[in-house]
């Protein structure tokens, strides 16, 4: 698949996202294109507006496929906060799939609080993990990625009405 620059696309980091069916179901009403990237081989509905992305099995071989893609009008949808630090930078929306956005005035203290959470479990502190995903994430999500598209859409039509003044 080829990006239109005019065209928003989602990128899923896949390996672990539990709303996978939930974003198929939006961007098909959106008639937005989608590429579901994981390590190996994935499955996915087959439909022309889904692209399978096998990034390799590299350490952050998905992660680095997406970052190196991603840019302003693309959503990201993803848990991993450094790759959520990328595409923040790279002028991406980014939604953690629980409906959390990730944007430039939280990314730094997320990725601090990430990095010492790291340190004091590698330390031997028991921090415990993230709270499981329940419905009520499932639902925050569908509404911010509903959100994010329809504000995308605002400011490329106010864009592209300024330019014809």
């Not at 996202?17 to 959106?30: G, L």
């Not at 203290?109 to 010492?116: G, H, K, S, Y």
Request: with cysteine; proline share 5%.
């Amino acid at each position: 698949m080829t990006s239109n620059l005019n065209t928003t696309r989602i990128y899923v980091d896949a390996d672990a996202c539990p709303v996978k069916d939930e974003i198929y179901r939006v961007a098909a009403r959106h008639g937005l294109p989608v590429s579901v990237v994981a390590g190996n081989f994935i499955r996915v509905p087959p439909d022309p507006l889904i692209e399978r992305v096998a990034a390799g099995s590299g350490m952050d071989a998905a992660d680095d496929w997406i970052a190196e893609r991603a840019g302003k009008g693309d959503i990201i949808v993803t848990s991993d906060i450094p790759l959520a630090s990328r595409c923040v930078k790279a002028g991406a929306e980014v939604i953690a799939p629980n409906g959390k956005p990730f944007t430039e005035q939280s990314i730094g203290m997320t990725l601090a609080v990430r990095n010492l959470m790291t340190d004091l479990r590698s330390a031997g502190e028991v921090t415990g993990g993230p709270r499981s995903f329940a419905s009520r994430d499932r639902s925050a999500f569908l509404s911010a990625l509903d959100q994010t598209i329809r504000r995308i859409q605002r400011q490329r039509a106010d864009q592209a009405a300024q330019n014809q003044n």
